[in-house]
C-alpha cells in the first residue's frame, strides 16, 4: 500500500531522478519511502514533505531512485 494514499494534495516536485539499472518484464519491485522533511505551510494549513524513494528488484539491486515533496493533509484531517 502506498504511505501516502489518501493523503497527498498534490506532488510539488520529483528530484534527483536516477535509473541505476533496467527493469525487465517479469521483474518484482519494492519500493523504500524514508521522510527526510517535513515542515508546515505558511499559513499552518498543510504539510510539506519531502521523502527519498528507493526501488530494488527481486535481487535487491537498485533500480530507480528519487526525492518527492508533496503538499499533505496535516494529522487529523
Not at 7 to 27: F, K, M, Q, R
Not at 56 to 61: G, I, K, V, Y
Request: net charge negative; with cysteine.
Amino acid at each position: 500500500p502506498d504511505m501516502t494514499d489518501g493523503t497527498v494534495v498534490a506532488n510539488l516536485s520529483y528530484d534527483t531522478v536516477e535509473h541505476p539499472a533496467p527493469v525487465y518484464h517479469g521483474d518484482t519491485i519494492r519500493v523504500q519511502s524514508t521522510v527526510t522533511d517535513k515542515h508546515e505551510t505558511s499559513d499552518g494549513e498543510r504539510g510539506v514533505v519531502t521523502m527519498n524513494v528507493e526501488v530494488f528488484n527481486q535481487d535487491d539491486e537498485l533500480v530507480c531512485s528519487f526525492d518527492r515533496t508533496v503538499l499533505s493533509l496535516k494529522k487529523g484531517d
